[in-house]
């Protein structure tokens, strides 16, 4: 059981991309429990939180990207979507999609996002 992520791609320095994530239909009923974050993993490096949003609708951004993304979802078509503008090399990478509700943890199967320079 996956969450759906899509929209990466490769786009160039300063471009735009928006990622799109679908709940699984296991947990529609109950979407607007649970909390939902984009993560990212470079090569080499350790899987980290870009964004999140909470239940309640409290959001939080990694400092690197502050500014630049914009987490918001859907309760209604149970999505979550990742914003992303003026997009820099670092920004490369696979993003996925998480959602969280005590101890249900449920992730996409990534999208990967090329930005060159």
């Known amino acids: 059981v996956q969450l759906q992520a899509s929209g990466g791609g490769l786009v160039q320095a300063g471009g735009s991309l928006r990622l799109s994530c679908v709940a699984p239909?296991?947990?529609?009923?109950?979407?607007?429990?649970?909390?939902m974050g984009w993560y990212r993993q470079a090569p080499g490096s350790q899987r980290e939180l870009v964004a999140g949003?909470?239940?309640?609708?409290?959001?939080n951004y990694a400092d690197s990207v502050k500014g630049r993304f914009t987490i918001s979802r859907d309760n209604s078509r149970k999505m979550v979507y990742l914003q992303m503008n003026k997009l820099e090399p670092e920004d490369t990478a696979v993003y996925y999609c998480?959602?969280?509700?005590?101890?249900?943890?449920?992730w996409g199967q990534g999208t990967l996002v090329t930005v060159s320079s």
């Open positions: 949003i909470s239940s309640g609708g409290t959001i």
């Open positions: 239909r296991r947990i529609t009923s109950v979407f607007s429990a649970y909390d």
């Open positions: 998480k959602a969280t509700c005590d101890s249900d943890d449920y």
